[in-house]
């Protein structure tokens, strides 16, 4: 299953979203993650909405891209710059056509927790 999210009228360069989008501020950018255990750069554990898990930060070309290698689900997430778009999207996968439902909520409330703290950080951002 895919779920996305659309930032539109944000401005930002891929650079300054890689800059913004580490592991030590996963709390800061979503409020489905509580905490960060412990973080080596690009790769560390997180506790959020769906328990303990560990997770790895992948740079891309135009952002960045989670993954939750424990995850029974292979929960994956991107955080991508579209400069032509000015905007920035978020796309969560899961590796199943349908879920429970209420895993489906879970989801759509972390993505959802995603787009309203990426586009808060965001304006901050431009602000200074």
């Known amino acids: 299953m895919e779920f996305f999210r659309d930032l539109s009228n944000v401005n930002v360069e891929s650079a300054d979203l890689k800059t913004l989008v580490t592991i030590k501020n996963l709390p ?53 710059a579209d400069q032509d778009e000015n905007s920035v999207v978020i796309h969560c996968t899961i590796n199943k056509r349908s879920h429970d439902p209420d895993f489906i909520e879970s989801i759509e409330l972390f993505v959802d927790d995603w787009a309203e703290g990426l586009n808060k950080a965001l304006r901050l951002a431009h602000k200074h």
């Open 28 to 80: 800061e950018l979503c409020d489905s993650i509580d905490t960060v255990i412990h973080d080596n750069g690009n790769d560390g554990a997180i506790y959020c909405l769906w328990g303990e898990f560990k997770v790895n930060r992948e740079e891309l070309k135009h952002g960045i891209r989670f993954s939750m290698p424990g995850c029974p689900n292979a929960l994956a997430w991107t955080v991508t």
